[in-house]
């Protein structure tokens, strides 16, 4: 069996995450190593029902606290159901957005307490953190342009104010200055190729220490 491991893909708008999941995801399978990818929110059929509320239900209002409850339900259906048994069976799981996403949209953008939202998002994973998580970052105004002109939906919190998107970003580098053992932080402007390749990197020498210490997995 191979070592399970939890890598979290962060970042604002029109970084790239998708992209470099998929690449990521197809160089860890062509190794015969077990992965799977998933999104957030979704990734269930009931987060994907909770997915369609959030982001693309025109005309219904969220209070903070609701909008972050519902966040929290979807992620706490996707961790039951799916990501503690990949992670069970030693399958490498990568999540498109997790806690973090939480921290810097609600929390950064919103304003709401980070300790509170620390406390609900424990509740929801059962306390269930990524072993790596890497932020795909990007200046707002380019990663706003980058969304609007390609092929992906443009949801309820795209529209939101430059400021917000602003504050997004200005929260997910502060996460990362915090737990600097968790996070990499990528220049997302880069080349997709590099990237990853980098990623790659990472997560091939995170597996490797982990098969070095298996009292770890
Ligand atoms: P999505 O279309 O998946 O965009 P992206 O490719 O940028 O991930 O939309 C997810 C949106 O939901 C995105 O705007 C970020 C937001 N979001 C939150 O506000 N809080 C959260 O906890 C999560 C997981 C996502």
Same mark, same amino acid.
């Given at each position: @069996? $191979? ?14 995450? $998708? ?90 953008? *919103? ?10 998002? $424990? ?5 269930? @953190? ?15 342009? *980058? ?71």
């Amino acid at each position: @069996m $191979s070592p399970a491991l939890f890598v979290t893909f962060e970042g604002p708008e029109g970084a790239g995450k $998708s992209t470099q999941i998929r690449l990521l995801l197809e160089r860890l399978q062509e190794r015969g190593l077990e992965a799977l990818a998933v999104r957030e929110p979704g990734g269930t059929p009931l987060g994907e029902r909770v997915r369609e509320l959030l982001l693309s239900t025109p005309g219904l209002a969220f209070d903070p606290r609701a909008e972050v409850l519902l966040f929290c339900a979807a992620r706490a259906q996707l961790v039951a159901t799916v990501i503690r048994p990949a992670l069970a069976a030693g399958r490498i799981v990568l999540a498109d957005r997790y806690v973090d996403s939480t921290q810097a949209y609600q929390g950064a953008g *919103r304003g709401l307490d980070r300790q509170a939202l620390a406390n609900v998002l $424990s509740f929801a994973t059962g306390g269930l @953190m990524p072993d790596l998580t890497f932020l795909l970052d990007l200046p707002t105004e380019v990663g706003l342009a *980058r969304k609007r002109s390609g092929s992906a939906e443009w949801n309820r919190l795209d529209q939101e104010s430059v400021a917000y998107h602003r504050a997004v970003r200005r929260g997910f580098l502060e996460l990362a200055a915090r737990e600097p053992g968790r996070w990499q932080v990528l220049d997302a402007q880069r080349p997709a190729d590099d990237l990853a390749r980098e990623i790659l990197d990472a997560v091939l020498q995170r597996l490797a220490a982990r098969s070095e210490r298996p009292g770890d997995a």
